[in-house]
């Protein structure tokens, strides 16, 4: 059968069976999946093509599973503006997802605990601004300003690390619209500034990337940076380091309760009965049932 017989051969899905259309082929490692299939798997997943059919499926049936703790999610704070971080804080957990209708989109929902690590990465854009002149012949000609002048703009990229079975990196872009800063003045600064790893020297197109980390965030918003000036720069990088602080500090609550419930018990003795037990979960005297340290 040649080329054009095989693009043109009809296929069915090995998930669910149905006739696959001329454009909805989604290719796996051992078969095929039909558009609608693909279009239920984690928006975070990256790895179709590298997934056997039966790897597909008990995917599908976790995402079955997900929209379950979409419908019981209970949102006590959300951060950003277009993508944004979905808490619920009494759960312990998160998502991430720009969709209005959760119960549609099916965004994943991670415990807090599965977070690895958080950063803002701000990346940075040089572009020179140059003057018009005519040469002797009457041609336009874009000459540097002497000094040479600038202008910058600005894209806030959110990475989440997690400890996932279908994907590791939820990563996403804070702003729509870069952001541009046009101030001599924050220009002239930034020449010299290197901002505990924010602008050091020029790598692959004059693309300027830092990752804010920590300190590194924390020196950034008390440093005076001129660029802190800026509505748009100071709203998007405080909303990402929003993100990291919420997510990371909730993480370590977590794994630290996790830690405790999981330490030894010390048996004690019962200021009720004077029995030497060992509190069961509720805390309480095994033999009297007398809260113990209450």
């Known amino acids: 059968m040649g080329f054009f017989g095989k693009l043109f051969e009809k296929k069915e ?10 454009l909805g082929n989604r290719k796996l490692e051992d078969g095929n ?20 059919v039966e790897d597909i499926k008990a995917q599908l049936v976790y995402r079955e599973e997900n929209q379950q703790k979409v419908a019981s999610f209970h949102t006590t704070r959300t951060i950003g503006r277009n993508t944004k971080v979905l808490l619920d804080e009494d759960a ?12 549609e989109a099916n965004p994943d929902v991670l415990d807090f605990s599965q977070v690895t690590g958080c950063d803002l990465d701000v990346q940075e854009h040089e572009i020179e601004e140059k003057r018009e002149v005519k040469d002797k012949d009457g041609h336009t000609q874009h ?28 990563s996403f872009k804070l702003n729509n619209m870069s952001v541009e800063i046009r101030d001599m003045n924050t220009m002239n600064r930034m020449g010299s500034y290197n901002g505990m790893g924010m602008r050091s020297s020029n790598i692959q197109g004059n693309i300027l990337n830092s990752v804010i980390r920590g300190i590194a965030g924390a020196a950034l918003q008390n440093s005076g940076d001129p660029r802190m000036m800026n509505h748009d720069f100071a709203e998007y990088y405080n909303m990402g380091m929003e993100i990291r602080e919420a997510l990371t500090a909730i993480r370590q609550e977590t794994r630290d309760s996790i830690a405790a419930e999981n330490a030894p ?19 309480c005297c095994e033999f009297c049932g007398g809260a113990i340290n209450a």
């Open 143 to 170: 000459v540097s300003y002497n000094p040479p002048r600038y202008r910058y703009s600005y894209d806030f990229q959110m990475n989440i690390r997690v400890n996932h079975p279908y994907f590791n990196d939820m």
């Open 265 to 283: 018990k010390t048996a004690v003795t019962c200021p009720y009965c004077g029995a030497t037990t060992t509190p069961n979960a509720a805390g």
């Open 33 to 52: 999946c039909c558009k609608n299939c693909a279009s239920k798997l984690s928006p975070w997943f990256s790895d179709r093509r590298k997934s056997t």
């Open 92 to 103: 312990r957990r998160f998502m991430v997802t720009a969709a209005r209708n959760l119960a």
């Open 13 to 22: 899905c090995a998930i669910c069976g149905g006739e696959i259309g001329l």
